[in-house]
């Protein structure tokens, strides 16, 4: 898994963290379980916001999941990804042999945020 | 601009258009003005819940705009990028001269939304 999250701690706006995984097709269900163990760390740590996983309703799609996830600060999100507990847990991940995942992880400032009835 | 939505006319629950869109770093602000006349049309369809448009924090980066749209279900989102004027809309992005676009939609659905505090 390329797990090269490029982000700049000199960030204090919030930040989504958007990352897309490819997995044969098999290997949705446990990557699910393993992401889930990720996600719980990763919603302990300070500044974290929300994260969302999304299924691909194209079971032939390249892009089987992606993530979306917020954090308060583009250094809350280092220090998250950082922290050893989930160092660890990304590499339990990682070193399942019974997964074949790779990552293309971004960070990302939100841009625009359309509601009905805003206006743009 | 690749414009292939897969999506599923049958799917009756709320789904997620992500479309990561590529270009030269400086056609950004004038993919941005055409983006947000995209999103206004399609913010007036039924169904339409939200839309974010991300911009990567990092310049150099190949993915440089994520947009992630909620729509309240693949009906009513098949039916909005059907819809005369949001195919307008996209067309003039599409005919525009001086935009080198492409994109890579998908269609999704939550599989998790974790908040700070929720169980897994």
């Not at 996600?39 to 993530?67: K, M, S, T, W, Y």
Request: charged residues 25%; proline residues 7%; hydrophobic residues 45%.
């Amino acid at each position: 898994m390329n797990q090269q999250i490029q982000t700049n701690a000199l960030v204090s706006e919030p930040v989504t963290l958007i990352n897309a995984f490819r997995m044969p097709p098999d290997e949705a269900e446990r990557f699910l379980r393993a992401w889930k163990n990720n996600a719980r760390v990763a919603a302990e740590q300070p500044g974290f916001i929300r994260a969302r996983l999304h299924h691909c309703l194209d079971d032939n799609a390249e892009v089987r999941f992606i993530n979306v996830v917020e954090f308060a600060s583009g250094e809350a999100l280092d220090k998250a990804t950082a922290h050893p507990d989930f160092v660890a847990s990304v590499r339990r991940l990682l070193d399942d042999p019974n997964l074949h995942v790779t990552a293309q992880p971004a960070v990302f400032r939100v841009a625009v945020d359309l509601h009905p009835g805003n206006e743009l």
